[in-house]
């Protein structure tokens, strides 16, 4: 059980920092069926003469700067799966950058509710607001996205596809986890490269790790609108422990979001 625990503090982490940023294999051998995956350059579609660095470079400054790229809803999944429990998360909510969000969220079964306006967070316990005394990790669909870009360059454009109607440019790209570990900046991987010299056994999970990441990268309006990342790690001798992180960002700039007010919620705070 230790060391279960070990193998799934390890997956927490690389989930972790993929859905920052975003299942139902069976132990075994694993391969990633939906796609043939080529390393090899390819020339871009007709029309799309950039790069895959350069499409996720533009998306995510847009993202960031674009003033009818600021608000927008967004609804996805978490599946995890370790030796032969399996779990599922449903998230969804709203998103105004600089003032606040909502999640509606059914965790491991648990409904889960959060919200944030300004400085002010509240989460419901099960009938009742309560204001929340540490705050969770920042809330950004874009956040940990630029750990992907030093591999964008390995990403190769796969068929066209259509996200909630919106026509997308789709680029994917494959890793190992020792790879991702190597060049990411997310402070989420600190404790790993702290145990990394005392423990092989790690060192061998994460290069024999699977990482592969998926962006639907809007055509038009050059946005993201949908990400999916599948990590794979090896168990020794018991198989693998595997996530699925996929969302969809949508409806960007719809006049229909809007962020309750806190006094709406804090007359019915319990404490």
């Known amino acids: 059980m230790r060391k279960q ?18 299942c139902t294999y069976e132990s075994g051998p694993k391969e990633f069926g939906s796609t043939n995956f080529n390393t090899t350059p390819q020339a871009p579609p007709e029309g799309l003469t950039e790069s895959p660095r350069e499409w996720l470079e533009v998306a995510l400054e847009k993202g960031r700067t674009d003033p009818e790229a600021q608000k927008y809803w967004y609804k996805g999944h978490v599946k995890n799966q370790i030796l032969a429990r399996s779990v599922t998360s449903m998230f969804n909510g ?3 950058n600089e003032k606040g ?5 059914r965790i491991a079964a648990q409904p889960y509710q959060y919200y944030r306006i300004d400085n002010k967070h ?7 607001w309560v204001t929340a ?3 969770p990790l920042a809330f950004d669909v874009l956040a940990g996205f630029e750990d992907w870009l030093p591999f964008m360059d390995q990403a190769v454009q796969i068929e066209d596809d259509k996200v909630y109607g919106t026509e997308t440019a789709t680029f994917q790209l494959r890793i190992t ?27 061998y999970i994460l290069r024999e790790s699977t990482i592969k990441t998926t962006f639907w990268i809007g055509k038009e309006d050059r ?13 020794p001798a018991a198989g693998t422990l595997d996530q ?28």
């Open 223 to 235: 946005l993201i609108h949908q990400y999916e990342t599948w990590i794979i790690l090896p168990l």
């Open 177 to 203: 986890g020792a790879e991702w570990l190597a060049k990411s900046q997310s402070p989420l991987f600190e404790p790993l490269r702290q145990q990394l010299g005392e423990r092989p056994d790690l060192e």
């Open 244 to 271: 699925q992180v996929l969302f969809q960002l949508y409806k960007y700039d719809d006049p229909g979001i809007e962020i309750k007010d806190p006094a709406e919620v804090e007359r019915y705070l319990l404490y």
């Open 5 to 22: 625990n070990k193998w799934a503090a390890l997956l927490g982490a690389l989930c972790a920092a993929a859905l920052l940023g975003g």
């Open 122 to 128: 509240f989460i419901r316990a099960k009938d009742y």
């Open 133 to 135: 005394r540490d705050e």
């Open 101 to 105: 969000y909502n999640v509606d969220a």
């Open 94 to 96: 709203a998103v105004i």
